[in-house]
């Protein structure tokens, strides 16, 4: 095997060459492979490596592009795509400190711990990696640069005033777009770059600004990546963004990062805020400058040994957790959450039955979601394509042919180009996967002419739309100080002579912060005298909206689609809260009232369809006495009730009352009193959300994943919370409500006089392993004692008939069975057999060691009185025999100590006490009055 050499990590800032470095390294070797963090920078290096050496020995691979000549000598690739067991003599990987990102960093955690060159490995990136790759990567050595200009932080300045040759960075797609706006009427147009776009339609802007075409660049984070521009001044539009779950604000080593794109080579750069970003604090701005930032301390990683057998154990392989102090496990990736859907759908799963159906499925899953519709609409295109792939090991032509079609459009604006381009996206991945498609170079071409084609018109409607060489209308207005006229757009966003001064969220206006004081006030006055006829337009459409329109967040807010439009309030009761609709007192007391009066309407019948069963209950006047009490109960606890807090009001129902209760759903169950309609989703995320509210708490804790039939117990959740989200606090693990009582009645169904075994029907209702079964009983008040035993073979039926078949053949009797044996030895009772002394002083072979198994005995721990899980009433067990009594020999694990698992109750309820919901309690009267 060849020897490697040590590992060198080049690292260091923006602009030290680091790229080029490796390309020039990567060159001096025969093979080698280079893995960088976006398609466009795998791009640009292609480009690069082709000028020089020509395409006939360079490959490109990224999802949407495969490029491989018959005589591959050197791999441009994204790191995802980096060929995995290729032995090239060189191999490298790009911005190496995204082993921190929370969405891929498992790719480069992987390819740091495990890609390596045969003669030279590079690992590039930020200083920040230095500590982790010294201790993960043992013998590695490590280069610094030093950036080749400086860096210097000018503050806030507005967009009005931005000097060319600047980047202005956005966050998003609608912030980037309403950015280049501006820039289109104050400055006269820019170029747009998004990691969205294809490489042809992003090249193609940049080309327009590297000309000299416009002066200026609206861009998302993607130019941090190593896109290289000719950029003077780096400003940010904003220092916080959503990082698919949750908007967060920039750390000080991302903004970096991209400030870092200002200034190429030996010319000098600046970088600040600009818009409604706040100027950034001065530690933050000197470390940029200085380029000192906290070092990664945890890389994310997900296991990388799969294991194929089933599904299940796929999942349980890529769920699989660390011990490395270093490592942290990556959340829940978007290929994850497609495996787990898809394996809850028949006709997928029912496919899964052999290893390489169960890898097939995993190599589909990994398909990007380019779209971004809805993880439900992703995993259903997956399904069909995992489906043809599964039965005739190809995607049919027809069906491949008839999507990318209906995409060959090149009409429509910005917008419907993006989607088509996003969609073309998916079958030019799936056209590139070897084997899927037959004729593949065919419909790799045809699916890069589509997207050229699209590519091609987005950037014309890009030019279009932000490169106008007029200057503001509003500009010259504002300074002749002639009358503004303001306009609305559709999409919320107010114009004054085309110049836009801020939006329209939902019922609520918020400014321009760029506005200076002394336009602010004559902005203002115009832009709400122009919103007095949208106001009232856009009420009539929300009162008008169905319902499935408006939704409610689990913070108790109440949006109109993404906007936020009010709030939940807390009302006289839990079943009535009030709302708080957000308009603004411009927009007058009229549409104030009407998008009150429709978001009442809305929550009122979101709980009369969510509670439908419970109102029933309350709302029965048939009810009388204490079952209409009791229905008053269950209806301030919105359903679920836990038993011992009304134990004694139980107790008090007759059997008339119960059954009336019954009706309605009721279940009287031995820990909870609730409605088994009522721990659905849907009811249950919305009685979170108004208990909370109706608790008073400031953040409402969330609803548990809807399935699982347990979850880790809560931490610092507030008290009842287990029960209002259908679950019991059982130690470490909390157990749904209903599956808790299904366990509970197979308890009760057992023979308690000496224990019971755990059955295996017990671990499947909980889906736990034995000992994480003995954690749940333990919570539930049990003691749990290990041990071991001896395995018994099982022998099969057919092994019996067939030992019974040879010994008719041999002229044996076939061996009695034990009631046959017990028989005989009445008659005549056997003598025992004389066995001969040479026989007898034979020694015999040597027997196998047999094989041990753990098993647990159970007992009940004896704790406080009311602390104990309530027994229902009527204590006696199946065939009317009853528990021992009160100083009897205990039960356990009897002789040998070789029983199996048995879990063993309390005393046993007294005579008078039965219970008439006992659902034995029938059968238990029937063997009394036999007695």
Same mark, same amino acid.
């Given at each position: 095997?060849?020897?490697?050499?040590a590992?060198?990590?080049?690292?260091?800032p923006?602009?030290?060459?680091?790229?080029?470095?490796a390309i020039?390294?990567?060159?001096?070797?025969?093979t080698?492979?280079?893995g960088?963090?976006l398609?466009?920078?795998?791009?640009?290096v292609y480009?690069r490596?082709?000028?020089?050496?020509?395409?006939?020995v360079v490959?490109?691979i990224t999802?949407?592009?495969r490029i491989v000549?018959?005589?591959?000598?050197?791999?441009?690739?994204?790191?995802?795509?980096?060929p995995?067991?290729?032995a090239?003599?060189?191999?490298a990987?790009?911005?190496i400190q995204?082993c921190?990102d929370?969405?891929?960093?498992?790719?480069?955690?992987?390819r740091?711990l495990?890609?390596?060159?045969?003669?030279?490995?590079?690992?590039?990136g930020?200083?920040?990696?230095?500590?982790?790759?010294?201790e993960?990567?043992?013998?590695?050595?490590f280069?610094?640069?030093?950036?080749?200009s400086?860096?210097t932080?000018?503050?806030?300045?507005?967009?009005?005033r931005?000097?060319?040759?600047?980047?202005?960075?956005?966050?998003?797609v609608e912030?980037?777009y309403?950015?280049?706006?501006l820039?289109?009427?104050?400055?006269?147009?820019?170029?747009?770059?998004?990691?969205a776009l294809?490489?042809?339609?992003?090249n193609?802007q940049?080309?327009?600004y590297?000309?000299?075409e416009?002066?200026?660049?609206?861009?998302?984070?993607?130019?941090g990546?190593?896109?290289?521009?000719?950029?003077?001044?780096v400003?940010?539009?904003?220092?916080?963004k959503?990082?698919?779950r949750k908007?967060?604000?920039?750390?000080?080593a991302?903004l970096?990062?991209?400030?870092?794109?200002?200034?190429?080579?030996?010319?000098n750069?600046?970088?600040?805020?600009t818009?409604?970003?706040?100027?950034?604090?001065?530690?933050?701005?000197?470390?940029?400058?200085?380029?000192?930032?906290?070092?990664?301390?945890?890389?994310?990683?997900?296991n990388?040994?799969l294991e194929?057998?089933?599904v299940?154990?796929?999942?349980?392989?890529?769920?699989?957790?660390?011990?490395?102090?270093?490592?942290?496990?990556?959340?829940?990736?978007?290929?994850?959450?497609?495996?787990?859907a898809?394996?809850?759908?028949?006709e997928?799963y029912?496919?899964?039955?052999?290893p390489?159906?169960v890898?097939?499925?995993?190599d589909?899953?990994?398909v990007?979601?380019f779209r971004g519709?809805?993880?439900?609409?992703?995993?259903?295109?997956?399904s069909?394509i995992?489906?043809?792939?599964h039965?005739?090991g190809?995607?049919?032509?027809?069906?491949?042919?008839?999507?990318?079609?209906r995409?060959?459009?090149?009409?429509?604006?910005?917008?419907?180009?993006?989607?088509?381009?996003?969609?073309?996206r998916t079958?030019?991945?799936?056209?590139?996967r070897?084997?899927w498609?037959?004729?593949?170079?065919?419909?790799?071409?045809?699916?890069?002419?589509?997207?050229?084609?699209?590519s091609?018109?987005l950037?014309g409607?890009?030019t279009?739309?932000?490169?106008?060489?007029?200057?503001?209308?509003?500009?010259?207005?504002?300074?002749?100080?002639?009358?503004?006229?303001?306009e609305?757009?559709?999409?919320?966003e107010?114009?004054?002579?085309?110049?836009?001064?801020?939006?329209l969220?939902?019922?609520?206006?918020?400014?321009?912060a760029?506005?200076?004081a002394?336009?602010a006030?004559?902005?203002?006055?115009?832009?709400?005298a122009?919103?007095?006829?949208?106001?009232?337009?856009?009420a009539d459409?929300?009162?008008?909206a169905?319902?499935?329109?408006?939704?409610?967040?689990?913070?108790?807010?109440?949006?109109?689609?993404n906007l936020?439009?009010?709030?939940?309030?807390?009302?006289?009761?839990?079943?009535?809260?009030?709302?708080?609709?957000?308009?603004?007192?411009?927009?007058?007391?009229?549409?104030?009232?009407?998008?009150?009066?429709r978001l009442?309407?809305?929550i009122?019948?979101?709980?009369a369809?969510?509670f439908?069963?419970?109102?029933?209950?309350?709302?029965?006047e048939?009810l009388?006495?204490l079952?209409?009490?009791f229905?008053?109960?269950?209806?301030?606890?919105?359903?679920?009730l836990?038993?011992?807090?009304?134990?004694?009001?139980?107790?008090?129902?007759?059997q008339?009352?119960?059954?009336?209760?019954?009706?309605h759903g009721?279940?009287?169950?031995?820990f909870?009193?609730f409605?088994?309609l009522?721990?659905?989703?849907a009811?249950?995320?919305?009685?979170?959300?108004?208990?909370s509210?109706?608790?008073?708490?400031d953040?409402?804790?969330?609803?548990?994943?809807?399935?699982?039939?347990?979850?880790?117990?809560?931490?610092?959740?507030?008290?009842?919370?287990?029960t209002?989200?259908g679950?019991?606090i059982a130690?470490?693990?909390?157990?749904r409500?209903?599956?808790?009582?299904?366990l509970?009645?197979?308890?009760?169904?057992?023979?308690?006089?000496?224990?019971?075994?755990?059955?295996a029907?017990?671990?499947?209702?909980?889906?736990?392993?034995?000992e994480?079964?003995?954690e749940?009983?333990?919570?539930?008040g049990?003691?749990?004692?290990e041990g071991?035993r001896?395995?018994q073979?099982?022998?099969?039926? /057919? $092994?019996?008939?067939?030992?019974?078949?040879? &010994?008719?053949? @041999?002229g #044996? =009797?076939?061996e *009695?069975?034990? /009631? $046959?044996a017990?028989?005989q030895a009445?008659? &005549?009772p056997? @003598?025992? #057999? =004389?066995?001969? *002394?040479?026989? /007898?002083?034979?020694?015999s072979?040597?027997?196998?060691a047999?094989?041990?198994?753990?098993?647990?005995t159970?007992?009940?721990a004896p704790?406080?009185?009311?602390?104990?899980?309530?027994?229902?009433?009527?204590?006696q067990?199946?065939?009317?025999?009853?528990?021992?009594?009160?100083?009897?020999?205990?039960?356990?694990?009897?002789?040998?100590?070789?029983?199996?698992a048995k879990?063993?109750?309390g005393?046993?309820p007294?005579?008078?006490r039965?219970?008439?919901?006992?659902?034995?309690?029938?059968?238990?009267?029937?063997?009394?009055?036999?007695?």
């Amino acid at each position: 095997m060849l020897q490697t050499r040590a590992v060198t990590a080049v690292l260091g800032p923006t602009n030290t060459g680091k790229t080029h470095y490796a390309i020039e390294r990567m060159l001096s070797h025969r093979t080698g492979v280079i893995g960088l963090p976006l398609r466009l920078l795998a791009r640009e290096v292609y480009d690069r490596i082709v000028e020089r050496i020509g395409p006939s020995v360079v490959a490109l691979i990224t999802g949407e592009e495969r490029i491989v000549p018959e005589r591959v000598k050197y791999w441009v690739c994204t790191v995802e795509a980096m060929p995995v067991g290729m032995a090239a003599d060189f191999l490298a990987v790009d911005e190496i400190q995204l082993c921190a990102d929370p969405e891929r960093g498992h790719v480069f955690t992987d390819r740091l711990l495990h890609a390596r060159g045969l003669h030279e490995t590079l690992l590039l990136g930020s200083d920040t990696m230095r500590s982790a790759i010294a201790e993960l990567v043992p013998g590695a050595q490590f280069v610094h640069r030093e950036r080749f200009s400086e860096l210097t932080y000018v503050g806030s300045k507005k967009l009005s005033r931005m000097p060319a040759r600047s980047a202005i960075v956005g966050f998003s797609v609608e912030q980037v777009y309403a950015i280049a706006e501006l820039i289109r009427r104050q400055k006269g147009g820019c170029a747009v770059v998004m990691g969205a776009l294809s490489p042809r339609t992003r090249n193609a802007q940049v080309e327009m600004y590297q000309n000299g075409e416009v002066d200026y660049l609206v861009a998302t984070d993607a130019i941090g990546m190593g896109l290289n521009l000719d950029v003077q001044h780096v400003a940010f539009s904003g220092l916080a963004k959503f990082d698919g779950r949750k908007m967060r604000h920039l750390f000080p080593a991302e903004l970096g990062q991209i400030a870092g794109r200002a200034g190429r080579y030996k010319d000098n750069g600046t970088f600040g805020v600009t818009g409604e970003a706040r100027p950034l604090d001065d530690e933050v701005a000197k470390a940029i400058m200085d380029h000192r930032f906290a070092p990664v301390r945890k890389l994310h990683w997900r296991n990388g040994r799969l294991e194929f057998g089933t599904v299940d154990r796929l999942i349980a392989s890529l769920e699989q957790r660390t011990d490395d102090e270093w490592l942290t496990r990556v959340r829940e990736s978007d290929d994850l959450a497609a495996l787990k859907a898809m394996s809850q759908m028949d006709e997928v799963y029912a496919r899964t039955r052999h290893p390489k159906s169960v890898e097939l499925l995993w190599d589909v899953c990994r398909v990007p979601d380019f779209r971004g519709i809805s993880p439900v609409e992703h995993a259903q295109l997956l399904s069909e394509i995992f489906c043809y792939l599964h039965e005739g090991g190809r995607i049919p032509p027809e069906w491949i042919g008839a999507h990318i079609r209906r995409l060959d459009r090149v009409d429509g604006d910005i917008d419907a180009l993006s989607k088509r381009l996003a969609y073309i996206r998916t079958w030019t991945y799936v056209a590139q996967r070897n084997g899927w498609v037959d004729d593949e170079s065919h419909w790799r071409e045809e699916s890069r002419a589509v997207e050229d084609r699209l590519s091609d018109a987005l950037h014309g409607a890009l030019t279009q739309r932000f490169v106008d060489r007029r200057t503001s209308v509003l500009l010259r207005r504002l300074n002749q100080k002639e009358r503004l006229v303001a306009e609305v757009n559709d999409k919320g966003e107010i114009t004054v002579e085309g110049q836009h001064i801020g939006r329209l969220d939902g019922f609520r206006f918020s400014q321009d912060a760029s506005a200076s004081a002394e336009e602010a006030k004559t902005l203002r006055a115009t832009a709400l005298a122009a919103l007095a006829p949208e106001f009232h337009l856009r009420a009539d459409r929300f009162y008008n909206a169905p319902d499935t329109e408006i939704d409610f967040t689990e913070q108790g807010g109440l949006m109109w689609g993404n906007l936020a439009v009010g709030k939940l309030v807390k009302g006289p009761e839990p079943l009535k809260p009030g709302v708080a609709a957000f308009v603004d007192d411009e927009a007058g007391a009229e549409v104030a009232e009407k998008v009150q009066r429709r978001l009442q309407h809305f929550i009122d019948r979101k709980i009369a369809a969510a509670f439908e069963p419970m109102l029933g209950l309350t709302g029965d006047e048939t009810l009388t006495g204490l079952a209409r009490g009791f229905a008053f109960q269950m209806g301030e606890a919105m359903g679920v009730l836990r038993r011992e807090a009304v134990a004694s009001d139980v107790k008090a129902l007759d059997q008339e009352a119960r059954g009336a209760l019954r009706k309605h759903g009721v279940r009287f169950g031995q820990f909870t009193i609730f409605m088994p309609l009522m721990l659905k989703p849907a009811p249950t995320r919305l009685r979170l959300v108004l208990w909370s509210l109706h608790q008073g708490f400031d953040e409402f804790p969330e609803s548990p994943p809807p399935g699982l039939v347990t979850i880790p117990t809560p931490v610092d959740a507030p008290a009842g919370y287990d029960t209002m989200a259908g679950y019991r606090i059982a130690g470490p693990r909390a157990i749904r409500i209903d599956m808790l009582e299904r366990l509970a009645d197979q308890l009760r169904a057992e023979d308690s006089r000496g224990g019971f075994e755990a059955k295996a029907d017990m671990l499947s209702i909980t889906g736990m392993t034995l000992e994480q079964f003995a954690e749940l009983m333990r919570g539930l008040g049990y003691k749990a004692e290990e041990g071991t035993r001896e395995k018994q073979r099982p022998v099969k039926v /057919a $092994e019996k008939d067939e030992a019974k078949a040879e &010994a008719a053949r @041999e002229g #044996e =009797a076939p061996e *009695a069975s034990p /009631a $046959e044996a017990e028989a005989q030895a009445e008659v &005549a009772p056997a @003598e025992p #057999e =004389a066995v001969p *002394a040479d026989v /007898a002083a034979e020694p015999s072979e040597e027997a196998p060691a047999p094989e041990v198994e753990t098993f647990y005995t159970f007992t009940w721990a004896p704790k406080p009185r009311g602390n104990r899980p309530q027994q229902q009433e009527g204590g006696q067990r199946k065939g009317g025999k009853r528990p021992p009594r009160k100083g009897g020999k205990p039960g356990g694990a009897g002789k040998g100590g070789n029983k199996p698992a048995k879990f063993q109750s309390g005393p046993a309820p007294k005579k008078d006490r039965i219970d008439p919901d006992n659902p034995f309690a029938a059968a238990l009267m029937g063997l009394k009055s036999k007695e």
